[in-house]
């Protein structure tokens, strides 16, 4: 059968098309499947990266926050205190307040960061000694008698043997409470360090901090699961941390051994011992597996390769070829209809073409064999040939118009062009602007940390050029050196790198180009530009802010050291000065002195001496027990004994001991609207329980009188009330009509030194009264505060709880009888007159039982400085004996003030005090004490003492 040019053309078309698309079909499948499985890979690659990244960075992190709390003082304060029976006298602590401070520590670590779980400090011998822990997002602190004995356990027997500096990381795995798997589960990783005194080569205990890890990996599992995809964790055994089935994972801790190379053989060799690889990739034609495996080594210790985890991803391998089969059908179908297409079109063509050119072809013959004739072409003509002509004409006239108007829109696009050549050149120009003008450099980087581009900043901060540091790894500007071992791989290369930064600053030693170091803050981020990872480094020089810091670190350990400094002297001196071993010794002397007489029995007096020396042992051993240190004072720890208090006799002995003061000004003192000298009936009985501590509220009380003398007028009042207020509190105020204060004194009014101007006249004082006043009301849950206007008065008024008036609240630490003596002899003038200072209640009782064998010796006594020198001055005594330690004035201030006055310059004056050391004793007589009397007073050598002062002296 002989076929006509139309049918071969149209049959050949037909299978060149065919042939043509199943082949390009084919290649392009092939090509596009080894694309996508190479996409795949790195894609799985990638996250596993990424995600090992952020695990890395969490244990970093874990591993720098146990080493900080290894070196807070409280760890080896509790050490000292443990062993020193309890108390740290370097640290001036005991064992349970550093055990609080570390529980504090502990607990503000683990509010920081939400994926920590735990941390405990444990002895050298395994036994917990702090634990706090996180349970169901509460911070607990475990009490001592739940902490356990952990010597049993492998983590704390590998991490005491470390040395130090070293880390101990453990494995990861299920958390167990005294010997079983905590539910729910736990999945925590344990760091740990071991805590060294210097000079010891063993360690006192460790510091183990616990991560719930099981948080990140299943945070990993939920970043990196998609459609098609599966996430496998390991240890470095190949044993299941996490698995889809969550039955398999964690078998070696609940008797099971599940393992993914008896899942997977071909990845046995990943586990062996010594194996350096860090990755490897199982195709589906080496599994026999429809899946791309792929599985990564996670160091857990950047510089050791011996633990880590591995972390597999397996992809479906039909969904990652998926879209090329698609293409590949749709490649196929369209080859066919397009061989049926081009075929019929084909046949119609040259049917429609051959014929007008078999009659074009004659007429060209015709025209070939030198005929004359028109040899334009037939346009005139309707058939095919004439149709063509014209089609040609036709084609030339619009490819000309199409000419013109592309060369017209040529021009178009070239204005356009330039103009926006011109917007991007000034977007260049305002970019380089901000980045030439730029404080911080900043510096961009390829993924493998490879320099690309350096601003004028960082080029004025490194001394390099752009052009001398392009293309050079960003370690030539890091100091590595200062990086320490962790800076090193185990062969000696530097491994700096800046993904570890990503996300995050940190402050690093750099390096300028001369060779100087200096202190530098790196912060890096990255982004993906066409396609490539680019790493951007802003870089802030902080040399003068490291050595601003370094200056108020070391003022701020300069102050510290002062401070414990005075805690140390001030607690010496309180231990010697508050001792009541004069009372003990004195009253002892009392009853071998009756012995000596001759006596055979104990009399009623002597009965008394007896119960007062119990009474003096007893409070002594309360005080040894106390921990004096400075906190007593400036944490108003001052051992205040708060009871139920008659407020009726405290304001009794008070008045009683102001009234003299009150009298030689003519000050008239009035109880509630009544004269003193009618007894205080009129207070009532909502005003007589009173929640304080007798002697300091006694104290507050004098203080607030004494003022309200001072600063009064002559012929003036001073009004005592008191008053219930609606919070169930009693207010006891004291008003005087005195000069007043303004609102701006009124506001300097509680400032230690700050007399308000009151020191450039005649009024003695030293402005700390009213301090010590605030914060003893305070420390007794109360207030104190005033009312005042200028030139006509102030009220104070201080507000405590009220209390039960009870039998036992009526007999406290200051007898009544002392005060009741005082306002006795004050009015009855004997012999010689001797005025005590000693604000020490068992001293004075001693005293006036000393000076019974001396009936024409008149006792005066006041337990505050102030009013000692107030009653000095209107009584002027024949001798007086002084305490050292007083409050708010010591002894020798009160010297100076009296010898500062002429008719106190030939009174002798002696020092009763236990600061029995040489120099004390020295610093005593030269600051001009006649006698320095040491305690506990030998009675005889005091009565000698007297009488040889008292001795020659006129009598009156």
């Known amino acids: 059968m002989k076929l006509s040019i139309v049918s071969k053309t149209t049959l050949l078309t037909v299978v060149l098309v065919l042939l043509t698309g199943l082949t390009t079909s084919y290649v392009f499948y092939q090509n596009t499947s080894n694309l996508l499985v190479t996409r795949a890979l790195d894609e799985l690659t990638y996250s596993i990266q990424k995600e090992g990244l952020i695990i890395q960075t969490h244990i970093h992190s874990q591993r720098k926050d146990v080493t900080f709390i290894s070196k807070t003082p409280p760890v080896l304060g509790i050490f000292r205190a443990r062993k020193n029976k309890g108390f740290d006298a370097e640290g001036s602590s005991s064992e349970e307040q550093w055990i609080g401070r570390l529980q504090e520590i502990f607990s503000a670590i683990l509010m920081s960061d939400s994926g920590y779980q735990q941390i405990r400090y444990i002895g050298h011998d395994g036994k917990e000694l702090v634990n706090v822990v996180r349970k169901n997002g509460v911070i607990k602190k475990i009490s001592s008698d739940q902490l356990q004995d952990k010597s049993h356990r492998n983590y704390v027997k590998q991490a005491l043997k470390l040395k130090k500096g070293a880390i101990y990381l453990s494995e990861i795995n299920l958390n167990k409470e005294r010997g079983k798997i905590v539910f729910p589960r736990e999945e925590v990783l344990r760091t740990a360090v071991s805590v060294y005194v210097d000079g010891e080569d063993k360690p006192i205990g460790l510091i183990v901090l616990n991560s719930e890890i099981g948080y990140e990996l299943r945070r990993m599992q939920q970043q990196i699961n998609t459609k098609g995809r599966e996430i496998y964790i390991t240890n470095h055994r190949g044993e299941y941390l996490l698995h889809p089935n969550p039955d398999l994972t964690y078998g070696f801790d609940l008797g099971e051994n599940y393992r993914v190379q008896d899942d997977i053989p071909l990845l046995d060799k990943l586990f062996l011992p010594g194996n350096l690889e860090k990755q490897l990739i199982l195709l589906p034609q080496q599994t026999m597996l429809d899946e791309l495996i792929v599985f990564t080594k996670i160091p857990l210790n950047p510089s050791s390769g011996k633990r880590f985890i591995a972390v597999g991803l397996t992809q479906s391998y039909e969904q990652v070829v998926e879209e090329s089969l698609s293409t590949l059908r749709d490649t196929m179908l369209w080859a066919v209809l397009l061989a049926l297409g081009a075929a019929l079109l084909a046949g119609f063509i040259l049917a429609n073409l051959i014929r007008p050119l078999n009659r074009l072809s004659a007429a060209m013959a015709g025209l070939s064999s030198g005929k004359e004739g028109d040899y334009k072409l037939p346009t005139n003509k309707q058939d095919e040939i004439g149709f063509l002509s014209r089609s040609f004409v036709k084609m030339a006239s619009e490819i000309n118009t199409t000419k013109n108007e592309l060369e017209t829109l040529n021009l178009r696009l070239e204005a356009s062009v330039e103009a926006r050549t011109r917007k991007l050149k000034e977007s260049e120009t305002k970019q380089r602007i901000i980045l030439e003008s730029m404080v911080d450099g900043l510096i961009t980087t390829d993924r493998d940390s490879n320099i690309l581009s350096f601003n004028p900043a960082a080029e004025n901060m490194f001394m390099y050029s752009a052009k001398e540091v392009t293309g050079k790894l960003f370690e030539v500007l890091i100091d590595v050196e200062s990086l320490g071992q962790s800076g090193r791989s185990l062969g000696g290369d530097p491994i700096f790198s800046l993904h570890h930064l990503i996300g995050d600053s940190q402050r690093l030693k750099a390096k300028r180009k001369n060779g100087d170091l200096f202190s530098v803050d790196l912060a890096v981020s990255q982004s993906m530009i066409d396609g490539s990872l680019i790493l951007t480094v802003l870089a802030r020089d902080v040399t003068q802010a490291v050595k601003a810091e370094g200056e108020i670190l070391q003022a701020k350990e300069e102050a510290e050291a002062a401070n414990r400094a005075k805690s140390e002297f001030l607690s010496s001196m309180s231990h010697e000065l508050r001792t009541p071993m004069n009372a003990i010794i004195g009253f002892s002397q009392l009853l071998q002195m009756d012995e000596d007489e001759g006596g055979d029995s104990l009399s009623e007096l002597q009965k008394s001496n007896v119960d007062e020396i119990y009474f003096a042992g007893t409070h002594l051993l309360e005080l040894i027990n106390e921990v004096l240190d400075l906190s007593r004072i400036e944490s108003g720890n001052i051992g205040l004994s708060i009871e139920t208090v008659d407020l009726t006799s405290v304001l009794t002995e008070c008045l009683s001991l102001i009234k003299p003061l009150a009298d030689a000004r003519n000050i008239v003192l009035f109880v509630s609207g009544q004269d003193v000298d009618g007894g205080l009936s009129e207070m009532g009985n909502s005003c007589n ?134 306002a006795h002899k004050i009015n009855n003038k004997k012999t010689h007159t001797i005025l005590y200072v000693e604000d020490n209640p068992a001293n ?77 004793i020295k610093r005593g007589l030269e600051a001009g004490f006649n006698q320095y009397i040491t305690k506990p007073i030998d009675v005889r050598q005091l009565l000698a003492s007297i009488d040889e002062a008292l001795n020659g002296m006129e009598v009156l």
């Open 689 to 822: 329980r009173i929640q304080a501590d007798r002697i300091r509220l006694k104290q507050v009380l004098l203080n607030l009188l004494s003022n309200a003398v001072k600063y009064n007028r002559d012929n003036g009042n001073i009004l005592v009330s008191c008053s219930v207020q609606p919070n169930q509190y009693l207010r006891v105020s004291v008003s005087d009509t005195g000069i007043g204060l303004d609102g701006k004194k009124q506001s300097n009014l509680f400032q230690a030194f700050n007399r308000l101007g009151a020191e450039q006249t005649q009024i003695e004082g030293t402005g700390v009264g009213l301090v010590i006043s605030k914060k003893i009301i305070e420390l007794m849950s109360g207030t104190i505060g005033v009312e005042s206007q200028p030139n006509i008065g102030s009220t104070f008024w201080v507000e405590l709880p009220q209390g039960q008036l009870t039998e036992s609240s009526l007999d406290s630490a200051w007898p009544k009888s002392t005060v009741e003596i005082d």
């Open 844 to 920: 004075v009782r001693l005293l006036e039982q000393v000076l019974t064998t001396r009936p024409q010796i008149e006792l005066l006594v006041s337990n505050m400085p102030m009013l000692g020198i107030e009653m000095a001055i209107m009584h002027k005594p024949d001798l007086i004996l002084l305490d050292i330690n007083l409050p708010g004035l010591d002894g020798h201030q009160v010297l100076s003030l009296l010898r500062g006055k002429p008719d106190f310059t030939d009174i002798p004056i002696f020092a009763v005090s236990a600061n029995a050391m040489e120099s004390d």
